[in-house]
């Protein structure tokens, strides 16, 4: 799934070390992952914090969880530590992180990114604006926060009714509702105002 070098294997091993808790691990996953914006992420994991389905694997000295959603994105990943003048630096090169990987079978919130991602911010970049997923919240409604030229348009109703929304629950059918959580009085970049 990934590799962690012996340089980075020793350097997350002393950063473990010196916590305070006892038993602390790391927690690798990706966050918005297959979109342009992934980010591959290692994290503190205190004992109890991994999820339930997260995949272990133990190291010379320490546990790494891996986050089970982010499995197919972590592969052919490498994490490595290399020294400098300034002490070092741990890298994560992770190349099918952005990569669009969504089946029919994937979690919600990567089928609804791929859309937004593919479908419907193309069309926003038009006008300078864009839409992100904020959260799922009761297994069936997206909160979205738009930005650039969409934050305090006056035709973001419209955009997001007959555009975001009727693309979102014509092509998901899980979703029942779509909750807009911009600040729309802040118009100072508006495509429309």
Same mark, same amino acid.
């Not at 991602?117 to 009761?138: C, F, K, R, S």
């Given at each position: 799934?990934?590799?962690?070098?012996?340089?980075?294997?020793?350097?997350?091993?002393?950063?473990?070390?010196? $916590?305070?808790?006892?038993?602390?691990?790391?927690?690798?996953?990706?966050?918005?992952?297959?979109? #342009?914006?992934?980010?591959?992420?290692?994290?503190?994991?205190?004992?109890?914090?991994?999820?339930?389905? +997260?995949?272990?694997?133990?190291?010379?000295?320490?546990?790494?969880?891996? &986050?089970?959603?982010?499995?197919?994105?972590?592969?052919?990943?490498?994490? +490595?530590? $290399?020294?400098?003048?300034?002490?070092?630096?741990?890298?994560?090169?992770?190349?099918?992180?952005?990569?669009?990987?969504?089946?029919?079978?994937?979690?919600?919130?990567?089928?609804?990114?791929?859309?937004?991602?593919?479908?419907?911010? #193309?069309?926003?970049?038009?006008?300078?604006?864009?839409?992100?997923?904020?959260?799922?919240?009761?297994?069936?409604?997206?909160?979205?926060?738009?930005?650039?030229?969409?934050?305090?348009?006056?035709?973001?109703?419209?955009?997001?009714?007959?555009?975001?929304?009727?693309?979102?629950?014509?092509?998901? #059918?899980?979703?029942?509702?779509?909750?807009?959580?911009?600040?729309?009085?802040?118009? &100072?970049?508006?495509?429309?105002?």
């Amino acid at each position: 799934m990934i590799e962690i070098t012996e340089s980075a294997q020793a350097y997350l091993r002393d950063l473990l070390v010196k $916590q305070e808790e006892a038993d602390t691990s790391i927690r690798v996953f990706v966050a918005q992952a297959g979109t #342009p914006n992934a980010e591959t992420c290692i994290a503190y994991c205190r004992p109890n914090e991994q999820e339930e389905d +997260d995949i272990a694997v133990q190291y010379d000295g320490f546990t790494a969880w891996f &986050e089970k959603r982010s499995e197919s994105y972590l592969e052919d990943a490498v994490v +490595d530590y $290399q020294e400098d003048k300034m002490g070092g630096q741990l890298t994560i090169k992770a190349p099918n992180a952005r990569v669009p990987n969504v089946t029919s079978d994937s979690p919600l919130e990567d089928r609804i990114n791929y859309i937004l991602y593919n479908e419907i911010n #193309p069309a926003l970049a038009a006008h300078g604006g864009m839409v992100t997923l904020v959260d799922v919240i009761d297994e069936d409604t997206a909160v979205l926060q738009f930005g650039g030229g969409c934050q305090g348009c006056s035709a973001v109703d419209i955009t997001l009714k007959q555009g975001v929304e009727k693309a979102l629950l014509d092509q998901i #059918p899980e979703l029942s509702a779509i909750k807009d959580s911009t600040d729309h009085t802040d118009t &100072e970049n508006a495509y429309y105002r």
